[in-house]
């Protein structure tokens, strides 16, 4: 069973925050809630948490120092700022601080959550597509290293399957092979590896496309990447 992805909800105004939390734990997360700056440090010092949720404007200690102090610390939780209509220079200050979105009041429950996906999905792609998950017209499944199709069943290897992982999390843009090498192996790229990943690519787009001299799976975008379309 895949885990609940806890969220942080840092937010000074009741409704909002009671708005927020119910919100998110119909859809599925599970909430912890912080009304002011002090409170959330606190929480945050003794939880783990997938994303937070951070007001810009908190008493005690602000959001913008929070999230600055955080990120000094080495925190690497996905922080969305929340910043109030019209605040458009935090917004920007909130992304340089390492802030990973920003969302502006007032905004819509429905966007909240967009938003709070795309973060996760960013920033964790494993838990946005799960252990099984469609990839073209494969069926994948990350335990048993398997891609299955309708006549036949494919053997693949756990770096592959983090490579197919990160593209089925990310369709429809384009991937650097610097962007898939950080994410997949976890390792800044270097010459060495640029050849490595090539011929990872190589080898599993020779396993998955139907024909892999012309690939429809994974298509190479000339001089920027590659792209999973859905
Ligand atoms: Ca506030």
Redesign the pocket.
């Known amino acids: 069973m895949e885990q609940k992805a806890h969220i942080l909800v840092v ?3 009741q409704k ?1 925050r009671t708005a927020l939390t119910d919100f998110l734990e119909f859809h599925g997360f599970s909430v912890t809630e912080a009304m002011d700056g002090l409170e959330a440090e606190r929480t945050v010092d003794k939880g783990k948490f997938d994303l937070i949720l951070l ?5 005690k200690i602000s ?1 913008e120092q929070l999230c600055c102090r955080w990120r000094q610390e080495g925190l690497q939780t996905p922080i969305i700022m ?1 910043t ?1 209509k019209g605040q458009e220079k935090e917004k920007i200050k909130g992304l340089e601080l390492g802030a990973d979105d920003y969302i502006a009041k007032p905004f819509s429950l429905e966007e909240m959550l967009a938003r709070i996906k795309a973060v996760l999905r960013r920033t964790d792609p494993a838990r946005a597509v799960g252990q099984t998950f469609k990839f073209a017209d494969l069926d994948v499944d990350i335990a048993s290293l398997k891609a299955k199709r309708t006549d036949r069943e494919i053997e693949i290897t756990k770096r592959e399957a983090g490579i197919i992982q990160y593209f089925a999390a990310n369709p429809n843009r384009v991937i650097s092979r610097e962007e898939l090498y950080k994410e997949v192996w976890q390792e800044t790229m270097t010459e060495l590896s640029t050849r490595t990943m090539d011929m990872h690519i190589a080898k599993l787009r020779s396993k998955i496309e139907h024909d892999s001299a012309n690939p429809q799976i994974i298509k190479t975008v000339r001089g920027a990447g590659y792209k999973y379309e859905t």
Do not use: C, R, T, Y
């Not at 007001?55 to 008493?59: G, R």
């Open positions: 937010e000074d105004e909002i007001d810009l404007m908190l008493p959001g929340v109030a």
